[in-house]
């Protein structure tokens, strides 16, 4: 007997709202913070909120978006300019929530953000900087399309060293 064929779950992005609080709340655990500091305090979660709302403006370069899975919110994604080694280009990161992980969920919504970031056209370079103890993220950036650069450090978030792979994905040609 055959198996009946389903469609593959839908990945969606879609951009930051103000309803959207619940979801850094949510993500503000020693689980989902582990490599980047750890949880942080509900001052700098409303911090955050008003950044990220700020995202939502047209004349923003900066993009966060909540991440749906089959209808589902699943995590966050997003992209923002940075510095990096004199050259102005966009730095992006993602948080999938545990029940969500394993499914590709990550790795698409990714792909998506990096698309946005290609239709934005502002910078020619996405940088992501996954911890070197993070091996799903590390291999997220190679299953995305990434190109490792080299292991850097740097502060983040302030007053934490945080001891990074550096990988590059270019958004022209």
């Known amino acids: 007997m055959r198996a009946a064929l389903r469609p593959e779950p839908e990945v969606r992005i879609e951009p930051w709202t103000a ?13 989902m ?22 995202t939502a403006r047209p004349d923003s370069v900066d993009r966060m978006f909540r991440i749906r899975f089959d209808g589902e919110p699943a995590g966050t ?22 029940e969500f992980r394993g499914r590709g969920v990550a790795v698409r919504a990714v792909r998506l953000a990096l698309a946005s970031a290609r239709e934005e056209a ?3 370079v996405v940088h992501a900087f996954p911890s070197v103890h ?16 080299a292991p850097c450090e740097f502060e983040h978030p302030p ?15």
Not at 19 to 29: E, H, I, P, S
Not at 34 to 51: F, I, V
């Open 77 to 98: 994604v997003g992209y923002w300019k940075r510095t990096w080694l004199g050259e102005e280009v966009y730095e992006t990161g993602w948080g999938v929530f545990p």
């Open 19 to 31: 309803d959207d609080l619940w979801l850094l709340r949510r993500a503000n655990t020693p689980e």
């Open 134 to 149: 993070n091996a799903p993220s590390n291999a997220l950036c190679r299953r995305a399309g990434f190109t490792f650069v």
């Open 122 to 124: 502002r910078f020619a």
């Open 33 to 54: 913070t582990a490599h980047t500091g750890g949880p942080e305090t509900e001052e700098k979660l409303l911090d955050r909120q008003r950044r990220y709302l700020d």
């Open 159 to 173: 007053g934490h060293l945080m001891h990074c792979n550096d990988w590059r994905f270019g958004l022209t040609g």
